[in-house]
């Protein structure tokens, strides 16, 4: 059964700070690996990532991705309260997303 | 507004009675999919169409679930005889199809069962 782990569950930093969120996986047959975040209700998109060694970046978030390894780390630097929610790391495998259980981030001012 | 739609938003139900959510998808998706999602946790898949084909059902749903996409657009989620235990938020989504796993989120129909 496919399986997505994220730590921290939890992190609480002030405005200004850096910081990583990780999220590792096992899955058959392996196709791509998402992050979303999810502030009151619908899980928003941020990225997709196939290949390894690649970085996809948007604005202070960035992401990539290591396949040999199976995990993905999201960073995001001079984080902002605007930043506070869970994200969530999924997996495509078979013909359906599995999610970890997120990270819930609080950027306090 | 052309995102995913759900409704209703919120439902209040009395244990052993019937509910149905609604789902809207972005209108070229073709695939459309349910999770559940419960304090504390990640979506949970349920199940998911490609056009009116029903293509997966988790092996967690009970029988008391079903779902239908008649046409191949809007979708409708049923619950039969709630217990407690299904208070949770539902969550529908769409994508365009095979290949393209990036799935767009609705709102949520958040039920609770008293």
């Known amino acids: 059964e496919d399986k997505v782990v994220q730590s921290p569950l939890s992190l609480v930093v002030h405005e200004g700070d850096t910081v990583t969120l990780n999220c590792s996986y096992e899955?058959?047959?392996?196709?791509?690996l998402l992050w979303y975040k999810q502030e009151k209700k619908a899980p928003t998109f941020l990225f997709m990532l196939?290949?390894?060694?690649i970085e996809k970046k948007s604005g202070r978030l960035s992401s990539i991705l290591d396949k040999k390894e199976l995990f993905s780390i999201l960073n995001i630097t001079a984080t902002q309260t605007g930043d506070s929610a869970v994200y969530l790391c999924?997996?495509?495998?078979?013909?359906?997303?599995?999610f970890g259980k997120g990270t819930k981030l609080t950027v306090n001012p | 507004d052309t995102g995913v739609s759900q409704n209703p938003r919120h439902k209040i139900t009395k244990r052993g009675q019937n509910v149905t959510f609604r789902c809207d998808p972005i209108?070229?998706?073709?695939?459309l999919y349910w999770y559940r999602q419960t304090l504390g946790q990640g979506p949970e898949f349920l199940t998911y169409?490609?056009?009116?084909?029903?293509?997966?059902k988790s092996r967690l749903l009970s029988d008391r679930f079903s779902a239908e996409r008649p046409k191949g657009s809007f979708s409708t989620l049923e619950i039969q005889r709630t217990e407690q235990g299904d208070s949770a938020m539902y969550l529908c989504?769409?994508?365009?199809?095979?290949?393209?796993?990036?799935?767009?989120f609705g709102q949520g129909t958040r039920l609770t069962v008293v």
């Open positions: 209108s070229e998706h073709n695939r």
């Open positions: 989504a769409s994508s365009l199809g095979q290949g393209f796993p990036e799935a767009f």
């Open positions: 169409f490609q056009n009116e084909a029903q293509l997966e």
């Open positions: 899955v058959t047959n392996f196709r791509s």
């Open positions: 999924a997996v495509h495998g078979s013909e359906k997303l599995v």
């Open positions: 196939t290949s390894s060694g």
